[in-house]
């Protein structure tokens, strides 16, 4: 039988529309799929349907994170959110990072109650993030403490001289751009650079007084900038006890009432993936076996270490 024209031109269109409709039937099937993997409780609790204690992972380098922030007023608003626990494991940051965090917990402490669990690390920055919770739980060998802070730079002088190249200006005045890697750092730079970091040395201190109740010159070291372990943090009451996440859990429902059995939620910034199609891409990458959360956190740490700027309250052993 030959068929016309528009019989022809007819079926190629309801094919196109077959092969639309398929292609929708994939994507909604693997959204289901997607739904299935990630089908813990923390997509029902971040929904605000179950109420839980929230879970906060402050890990690798802190910054001023708006995401981190926004999150933190998020689970501030949630009415399911009983309680929160902050799981901290990082070396410190930036210390106008430590403050933005330590500011958004405590108008969250305001809220809701608010403990901190300390793994590996949990020094300088860290420490002023967990400051701001209500109580301080550590394991025996964490690493706290390294309260202070640091200004580094670098002087390539010697560099450029051997590579033969000179670096010329023309500025305001002469304390404009300083510390300077192309230049020697003289008398008044240094000066200026360490009356910055004496305030914000003072400024820690002081939230180290207001938050433990101590004396920092009363600690042997402190005021030096030395770490501790979680036993010695103990004795010297910079934190509060040894203990886990099941003893803080213990001590919320204890001490601040809150109610037995409630699960444990994670509660994660939204990432540059986020939504319908950055949640596909995890649920398909697990699927397949692909650490797509862990390399888009290793990818994160890297990037905030490489815009590290400006006052540092980060402690890392000597090389």
């Known amino acids: 039988m030959v068929l016309d024209a528009e019989t022809v031109v007819e079926r190629r269109r309801l094919k196109r529309r077959l092969t639309v409709w398929r292609i929708l039937a994939i994507v909604l099937g693997l959204l289901f799929v997607g739904a299935l993997l990630l089908g813990d409780k923390n997509f029902a609790s971040s929904a605000g349907i179950l109420p839980h204690i929230a879970r906060v992972t402050v890990s690798g380098v802190i910054t001023n994170d708006r995401k981190m922030n926004e999150l933190i007023e998020k689970i501030g608003k949630s009415d399911q959110v009983k309680a929160v626990i902050l799981d901290i494991n990082s070396p410190g940051g930036t210390t106008t990072g430590g403050e933005a965090m330590y500011d958004s917990i405590r108008q969250l402490a305001d809220k809701k109650p608010v403990v901190a669990v300390c793994g590996t690390l949990a020094t300088s920055a860290a420490y002023i993030v967990a400051l701001a919770t209500d109580r301080i ?31 010329e200006e023309v500025k305001s005045g002469p304390l404009k751009a300083v510390p300077s890697p192309f230049e020697p750092t003289d008398e008044k730079t240094r000066e200026m650079t360490a009356e910055m970091v004496q305030d914000a040395k003072l400024w820690f201190f002081e939230l180290v007084e207001k938050r433990r109740n101590v004396a920092p010159d009363s600690i042997p070291g402190l005021t030096d900038g030395r770490i501790y372990s979680g036993r010695q943090a103990v004795q010297l009451k910079l934190v509060d006890e040894i203990g886990d996440e099941q003893a803080a859990v213990d001590w919320l429902t204890r001490e601040r009432q809150v109610p037995k059995g409630l699960k444990v939620v994670e509660w994660k910034p939204e990432s540059e993936s986020s939504g319908l199609f950055g949640w596909l891409f995890q649920s398909l990458a697990g699927a397949f076996g692909l650490p797509a959360e862990k390399i888009a956190s290793l990818v994160g740490q890297i990037s905030s270490t490489l815009k590290l700027d400006g006052l540092v309250s ?6």
């Open 137 to 167: 739980f550590v394991y025996g060998n964490t690493i706290t403490g390294s309260v202070g802070v640091l200004f580094q730079w670098a002087d390539v002088t010697d560099l450029l001289h051997t590579l033969g190249i000179k670096v």
């Open 314 to 319: 980060v402690w890392h052993p000597a090389s």
